[in-house]
């Protein structure tokens, strides 16, 4: 993702987000499992957030700074176990820069 990676442990997902997205929002393409928490791990204090499907995609609210200069941290509690689509999502805020490896010429 054009905004930093994710891991997984069991039915957790750990989003380390090292570019910020501007404009409130972080985009979270082809997850298909139920969120039932996300949280902002902070070094003081913990945020929860609000999230949303919209399409195919997860729409997390987050602060307008990040709290941490270098990686944040968003922990998504799902459900069950996480399943998503294999899909490549081009967020429309944040600039996403295509490797030649991943591209197809037609």
Do not use: H
């Not at 499907?53 to 700074?65: H, L, N, T």
């Not at 899909?87 to 490797?99: L, M, N, S, Y």
Request: glycine share 8%.
């Amino acid at each position: 993702m054009p905004w930093g990676d994710a891991t997984v442990r069991g039915n957790t997902i750990y989003l380390s987000v090292f570019q910020w997205p501007a404009g409130g929002s972080l985009c979270l393409p082809g997850l298909k499992s139920e969120i039932r928490k996300a949280t902002l791990l902070g070094k003081k204090q913990d945020q929860n957030l609000k999230c949303r499907k919209v399409g195919s995609w997860i729409r997390i609210e987050i602060p307008d700074r990040a709290p941490d200069p270098y990686v944040s941290v968003i922990e998504l509690e799902l459900a069950a176990a996480p399943q998503a689509d294999d899909c490549w999502g081009i967020d429309p805020a944040v600039e996403t820069e295509i490797f030649v490896d991943f591209a197809a010429v037609q």
